[in-house]
């Protein structure tokens, strides 16, 4: 299994405010993504961050409002652009696990917090 | 649109008491089938799959899924639980067909609260 580190782990940030999460992964993967847990409900995958191309967003989700940058095969950010109190959730990346078979390993999530 | 069905929002058991958890899903074709626990202040673990094969998989911690296909189901048990199975649980699916991504479908998740 992968080992994934999210930073910041927590953030309480003003509204019209922008925030960079890091998703960083202790050893090469192809895949990762980027979901939301909104308070009391279930995990929505946002987009799909593709190393070397553009990220594959989910509908309901747009780029120019989460931004996704993936530079190689072990790390990858989100940004949470122009926050307002409806986007108050955790986000995790997950990655594809290494033997394949579609498993997925989630980081332990940053909680957001927007005022 | 393919979709996942937990039936249980909140379930409260006492120790040593048998756990099952519905999970129902919406789509006729191939599907690979995980339930995922997060114990309190921890991250997402996964607890079991289904891919092929014997229908009834066994997971960590004593946990076992059955998959009924006719059902479109897969739900959770435990023959006794124990307070550390105190945690959220989520049943996901992934479907396949084209474009097919591994894209992970999660159900609403059950709040289990085993009382000591």
């Known amino acids: 299994s992968a080992v994934i580190s999210q930073k910041p782990s927590r953030d309480i940030c003003q509204r019209g405010t922008s925030l960079t999460i890091q998703c960083q992964v202790d050893?090469?993967?192809?895949?990762m993504f980027w979901y939301r847990q909104q308070p009391g409900q279930s995990l929505t995958l946002i987009a799909t961050a593709n190393q070397g191309s553009e990220a594959t967003y989910e509908s309901g989700f747009v780029i120019d409002k989460f931004p996704i940058s993936r530079p190689n095969l072990t790390f990858s950010t989100l940004t949470v652009s122009n926050m307002s109190p409806e986007d108050s959730s955790i986000y995790l990346c997950?990655?594809?696990?290494?033997?394949?078979?579609?498993?997925?390993?989630f980081g332990p999530g940053t909680r957001l917090t927007v005022t | 649109a393919q979709s996942v069905s937990q039936h249980n929002h909140h379930v409260i058991l006492s120790e040593a008491a048998s756990l099952e958890l519905g999970c129902n899903y919406s789509?006729?074709?191939?599907?690979?089938l995980f339930w995922y626990v997060q114990y309190p202040g921890q991250h997402l673990q996964l607890l079991l799959k289904?891919?092929?094969?014997?229908?009834l998989v066994k997971g960590i911690k004593g946990f076992e899924a059955e998959f009924i296909k006719s059902k479109f189901s897969f739900n959770l048990r435990k023959p006794s639980v124990q307070w550390s199975d105190t945690a959220e649980y989520f049943c996901a699916v992934i479907v396949h067909g084209s474009g097919n991504t591994g894209k992970l479908i999660f159900g609403q998740g059950t709040t289990l609260q085993v009382k000591p």
């Open positions: 789509y006729g074709g191939t599907v690979n």
């Open positions: 997950s990655v594809l696990g290494l033997a394949g078979f579609y498993e997925q390993y």
């Open positions: 050893s090469q993967v192809t895949m």
């Open positions: 289904y891919f092929s094969g014997d229908p």
